[in-house]
């Protein structure tokens, strides 16, 4: 008898827990839900743009650059802004097309997005290049150890 009331117990606490939780995660009345992941996506991009703001700022001050390097770090911010996410399929449209032709214009939407990312990817390296050459030694062993902290080996927190 004893067990049975604990097990009631336990499943009553886990039901109250779980509608508390799933309460606490739904939109409010005035922000509506998006489908799927796209919400968390919009947040995550203004997270990361937060995140490449702050790095990019603290990197400007561990440089200690000089007047003269300015345009070039500009350029170099410039560059690094990060391109605006493609819009996504129309999910109605989508949904008219047979599974065959859904793939293919699948396929299609990744390769265009491949081709900006290595648009975007050959304008950063551009950048990073013009810039390094404007720095000192000393910057550039700076800039090698601070650009890109945690790119082998996880992020690094200093």
């Not at 400007?60 to 770090?73: F, G, N, R």
């Not at 493609?86 to 449209?93: H, K, L, Q, S, T």
Request: aromatic share 4%; hydrophobic share 35%.
């Amino acid at each position: 008898m004893k067990t049975r009331t604990t097990l009631w117990l336990t499943a009553a606490a886990l039901t109250l827990m779980t509608s508390y939780a799933s309460a606490q995660n739904s939109p409010s009345k005035e922000e509506p839900a998006k489908p799927g992941m796209h919400g968390m996506h919009d947040k995550g991009d203004e997270h990361m743009g937060m995140r490449m703001k702050h790095h990019m700022q603290k990197l400007k001050t561990e440089l200690k650059l000089s007047p003269e390097q300015e345009p070039a770090w500009a350029a170099l911010a410039n560059a690094m802004t990060p391109a605006a996410r493609p819009p996504r399929p129309d999910r109605a449209e989508m949904e008219k097309l047979s599974m065959p032709e859904r793939l293919d214009k699948i396929k299609q939407i990744m390769a265009q997005h491949h081709e900006a990312r290595m648009a975007e990817m050959d304008k950063h390296a551009a950048a990073v290049k013009t810039f390094y050459a404007a720095l000192s030694p000393e910057q550039k062993k700076t800039f090698d150890a601070k650009a890109m902290p945690g790119w082998m080996h996880g992020p690094q927190h200093n």
